[in-house]
C-alpha cells in the first residue's frame, strides 16, 4: 500500500535555495508592472478608499478587487519606512533603490504562503513503497515543480508580478479539497477570487463540485434525499461573508458600477499586445493570411482592408480582414462551451478531489484557449495544479512536459533585453531537464512522449533560435519588429491547444478513473 507523503529535511533546504535565488533578481529588469504596483501602493497609502477607483493620474489605474488593494495598503505601511516618496501618486515611474529593494522583498517575502500551499500539497500526494532515492518520492519531485516553477520565477521575481502570493491560496484551497475540507478550500477560494479576478477561470469548477460532491452526500446519483440544506448554506454563507468584507464598502459608497468597470474592462480588446498562445493567436494569423493571398489573388482590395493593427504589438481593439470579428459575447460563448463537458462530467460522474483538480485544470486551459484579453502569464494557473497530478499518473506526465515546456517558451518574450537572455535559457533548461528526469524516473516504463510530441517540442528549439539568435541579427529586426513574438505565439499555441485536447481525453474516456484521495 502507498502511504500518504509527507515533507522531510529537504523540504526547508529547498524553500531556502529557492527565497535566496529570487534575491540573485534584485536588480534584474522589471517590467512595466513593477511601476503598476508601485502606483498601486502610492493610491491605496496616500487617498482616502472613496478615491482608490477614481484616481487615474497614472495609466495604471488600480483594477484588482478590494481584497487585493487592501494588500497593496498593507504593504504601504511598510514600504514608508524605505522611502516614502514611492507613495506620492504624483510620482510616476519612480523606481530609487529603496523603492526596487523594497518591492523585490514584498514578493519573496509574501511567497511564503505559496511555501506553505506547495507544503501541504506534497502531503497529498502518494509515496511510492519503499523508495528510498530522493528522486522517487512523488512528494520531492513536486516540491521542485512548483517552488522552482521556472515561470512563477521569471514572471514574479524578474519581470515582477505577487503570482506566487495568489498562486499560493489557489494551492492550498485544492489541498484543503483533497484533505477533504471542503469549507476550508471553499474559504481560500472565497479569498483568492477577491484578490484577482482572473481565477474565475477556474470557479465552474468550484462551484460544481462543491454542490454536487458536499451539498449532495450521495455520490453515486443525484437524489434530493441526499441533499443537505445545512452544508449549501455554509457554503453560501462564506461566500457572502467574504465578498461582503471585499465590496461592502464600496457598496455602500454606490461604487461597485465604478470598481466592476475597472474590473472587466471590455475595451482593451481581443488579444494582448503579446497574444497569448491560444486558439485566437491562430485565428488571428489565419485571418493575416487569407487577407494576403486575397490582394495576391486579386479576390480583395488592398485598400478595403483593416490596418494591421493586430501585428502591431498595442494593445487596442481591432477589426479582422477576411474572417468575422470576435467580440467579448463570442468568446464567453466559446469558452463556456469549452468548459461544459469538464463540468458536466463531474456533475454526472463525480471522482473525488482528484477529479475536480482535472476539471479545474480543463477550466483554466479553455478560459486561457477562448477569452478575451488573455495574458501569456495566465498559462501558469493550468501548468502548477498539473504538477500535482503529474507526479502521480504516468500519462498526465507525459501532458505536463508538454504543455510546461510550450508554456514556459511562451513566456520567453517578456524577458527581451540582452542581459536576460543567459537568464531564461538557464533557468528554463534546469527545470526542463529536472521534469524530464524526475517524472520518467518515477514512471519507469519507457518514454512519457509521443514520437510526434518530442518532434514538436525539438521544433522550439529551432523556434528559440530563429527568434533570439538569427532575428536579432537580420535587417527584419526594424522592418518586422512582432515577428518574434507572433512565430513564438503561433507554435507555442499548437502545443497548448493539443495539451488541451489529451487533458479532455484522459477526463471524458469511462475506463480513468483517477485515485481518490
Known amino acids: 500500500m502507498a502511504a500518504p507523503a509527507g515533507t522531510g529535511s529537504w523540504f526547508p533546504a529547498l524553500a531556502a535555495g529557492v527565497s535566496l535565488l529570487k534575491c540573485l533578481f534584485i536588480n534584474a529588469y522589471h517590467s512595466t508592472d513593477f511601476e503598476v504596483h508601485r502606483n498601486w501602493l502610492a493610491v491605496t497609502h496616500s487617498l482616502p478608499v472613496s478615491r482608490w477607483y477614481h484616481e487615474n493620474t497614472s495609466e495604471w489605474t488600480l483594477d484588482y478587487p478590494p481584497l487585493f488593494a487592501w494588500f497593496e495598503f498593507g504593504l504601504s505601511q511598510v514600504g514608508r519606512h524605505f522611502d516614502s516618496n514611492m507613495l506620492q501618486v504624483q510620482n510616476l515611474n519612480y523606481a530609487s533603490r529603496a523603492t526596487v529593494l523594497f518591492q523585490r522583498l514584498s514578493v519573496i517575502l509574501t511567497d511564503v504562503v505559496f511555501i506553505y500551499a506547495v507544503r501541504e500539497c506534497c502531503r497529498c500526494v502518494q509515496e511510492q513503497k519503499g523508495s528510498r532515492d530522493v528522486l522517487s518520492r512523488p512528494s520531492f519531485v513536486l516540491a521542485v515543480l512548483l517552488l522552482w516553477n521556472f515561470g512563477l520565477l521569471i514572471v514574479d521575481h524578474v519581470h515582477f508580478q505577487y503570482n506566487g502570493f495568489l498562486f499560493g ?47 449532495f452526500t450521495d455520490s453515486r446519483a443525484v437524489r434530493w434525499s441526499s441533499f443537505s440544506l445545512r452544508r449549501l448554506l455554509a457554503l453560501g454563507s462564506i461566500v457572502t461573508a467574504v465578498c461582503a468584507l471585499s465590496f461592502g464598502p464600496f457598496i455602500v459608497m454606490g461604487q461597485l458600477p465604478q470598481v466592476l468597470s475597472r474590473l472587466f474592462p471590455f475595451k482593451r480588446g481581443l488579444c494582448h499586445a503579446y497574444w497569448a498562445p491560444n486558439i485566437w493567436a491562430l485565428y488571428n494569423v489565419l485571418d493575416k493570411v487569407l487577407g494576403v493571398l486575397g490582394v495576391r489573388l486579386r479576390l480583395l482590395e488592398e485598400a478595403e482592408l483593416p490596418r494591421a493593427s493586430m501585428t502591431g504589438g498595442l494593445v487596442q481593439e481591432f477589426q479582422h480582414s477576411v474572417l468575422p470579428s470576435i467580440s467579448p459575447s463570442i468568446t464567453l460563448i466559446c469558452t463556456l462551451l469549452s468548459i461544459l463537458p469538464a463540468v458536466a462530467s463531474i456533475w454526472w460522474r463525480p471522482r473525488g478531489a482528484r477529479g475536480f483538480l482535472r476539471c479545474l485544470l480543463l477550466c483554466a486551459l479553455g478560459s486561457f484557449m477562448f477569452g478575451w484579453h488573455v495574458h501569456e502569464k495566465a498559462v501558469l494557473l493550468a501548468i502548477l495544479p498539473l504538477s500535482i497530478l503529474a507526479v502521480e499518473n504516468r500519462e498526465d506526465a507525459g501532458i505536463f512536459l508538454l504543455l510546461s515546456t510550450t508554456g514556459h517558451y511562451s513566456l520567453f518574450p517578456l524577458l527581451f533585453t540582452a542581459a536576460d537572455l543567459p537568464i531564461k535559457v538557464c533557468l528554463m533548461l534546469m527545470f526542463t531537464v529536472f521534469s524530464f528526469t524526475a517524472l520518467r524516473k518515477l514512471h519507469s516504463r519507457g518514454s512519457l512522449l509521443r514520437q510526434v510530441e518530442v518532434i514538436y517540442l525539438l521544433g522550439l528549439v529551432v523556434v528559440a533560435v530563429a527568434c533570439e539568435v538569427i532575428f536579432p541579427l537580420s535587417p527584419w529586426r526594424q522592418r518586422l519588429p512582432f515577428l518574434p513574438l507572433l512565430a513564438t505565439s503561433v507554435y507555442c499555441s499548437v502545443g497548448v491547444s493539443y495539451s488541451f485536447l489529451r487533458l479532455y481525453i484522459t477526463l471524458l474516456r469511462p475506463d480513468d478513473k483517477p485515485k481518490q484521495p
Open 169 to 215: 491560496f489557489l494551492l492550498l484551497s485544492v489541498a484543503k479539497h483533497l484533505q477533504s475540507r471542503h469549507l476550508q478550500g471553499a474559504l481560500l477560494f472565497s479569498v483568492l477570487l477577491n484578490l484577482k479576478h482572473i481565477y474565475l477561470y477556474v470557479a465552474p469548477a468550484y462551484g460544481v463540485y462543491l454542490l454536487r460532491s458536499y451539498c
